[in-house]
């Protein structure tokens, strides 16, 4: 028995160094297969057109952007798939919203979302942000309160006295109905102890025209919904919702920078919202699928295109990915539950 061992030993020893290369020779290739394996995994792209959802009318901030962004992915070649913009507007956006949560696991949708993504959820219960994959936050934007530049308010206070001594009958304009507008038309009148009629249309584009029109007198458009407007000298700006002056100090009009707008809480309005441009995807796609896009809208953000509509026009550029996002949305979502609820519109299950 001894001697058996001792003459197996021999050989195992003998034999150790040309086993230890083969182990690490296996090895390697295993490595570099595995290596190689999880490239392709992750090497997932398009196969045919992309459509992109807004679930949104035409004109408005939502079909601005996702328009400038198509614009970016063709002019730089930044997918190799066409990509064509879809607005799908109906139901204060939830169109929109239930098509791409009915094509659960399709990489070929996405969608931009507004705040409506919480909004219409909230008050319609017919979906929820969970249902869909978080891909990127491209920006948050800002509300500005504006008036007909022919209204003689200068200030946020001097509107605030108009629409007391009209005792309701003063026209807030505003995309949708129990949308962002309207919510912060909610928040104007508990903060300021005021009323006003609010008329919803289908996006911030008509909003715009409307109040240039004289139809309406005031809205709580965003920035790149009404600048053409107010640069062309049909708007007057009288405060931002937010808890900070815009830092963009370029001049818009011959003496004014959004910068020269002061807060509304400064012009003695005390409320404040910023809403969500995000980019999702339907729930159900694989990692590999939503880290294509998350890569992509990240090439985006990195061009000096998407930069300069940034400041042009008056976002905040903050932005955010996976779990950063993902707590964003949560504690975003709970916000709007809360003032929906003092306004009675959320859908009770």
């Known amino acids: 028995m001894d001697q058996s061992v001792a003459r197996v030993r021999p050989r195992a020893a003998g034999s150790s160094f040309f086993a230890r290369r083969w182990v690490a020779a296996l090895s390697s290739a295993l490595v570099l297969g595995g290596a190689a394996g999880a490239l392709h995994a992750q090497a997932w792209e398009p196969t045919r057109t992309v459509e992109f959802i807004v679930p949104a009318g035409t004109g408005g901030g939502a079909d601005q952007m996702a328009r400038f962004i198509q614009g970016i992915i063709q002019k730089n070649n930044l997918m190799k798939q066409p990509i064509i913009v879809v607005n799908k507007g109906g139901g204060a956006g939830a169109e929109g919203f239930l098509e791409v949560k009915s094509a659960k696991g399709d990489p070929h949708k996405i969608v931009i979302t507004l705040s409506n993504l919480f909004t219409t959820g909230l008050s319609t219960g017919t979906f929820d942000w969970t249902e869909f994959t978080p891909v990127s936050m491209m920006a948050l934007d800002q509300f500005v309160l504006w008036v007909n530049a022919k209204n003689p308010a200068k200030s946020a206070t001097e509107f605030i006295e108009q629409v007391r001594a009209a005792g309701g009958k003063m026209r807030m304009g505003g995309t949708g109905a129990r949308q962002e ?102 729930g159900g796609v694989t990692p590999a699928q939503r880290d294509y896009f998350v890569g992509l809208m990240r090439k985006v953000r990195e061009t000096p295109e998407w930069k300069k509509f940034i400041a042009e026009g008056a976002f905040n550029p903050t932005a955010h990915e996976g779990d950063a996002f993902v707590k964003w949305l949560t504690r975003a979502k709970d916000e709007h539950r809360t003032l929906m609820n003092e306004a009675g519109w959320v859908t009770k299950k």
């Open 181 to 282: 507008d309207q919510i912060i038309t909610v928040s104007i009148e508990r903060a300021a102890k005021v009323k006003f009629t609010y008329i919803p249309f289908k996006g911030g584009g008509e909003v715009a025209t409307q109040l240039v029109g004289g139809h309406v007198d005031s809205t709580v458009n965003n920035p790149i919904e009404a600048v053409a407007q107010w640069r062309a000298g049909g708007l007057r700006p009288l405060c931002v919702f937010d808890d900070e002056r815009m830092p963009y100090k370029a001049r818009v009009t011959e003496t004014m920078s959004w910068h020269d707008i002061p807060t509304c809480r400064e012009a003695g309005v005390p409320t404040d919202y910023v809403m969500l441009r995000g980019i999702f995807m339907p």
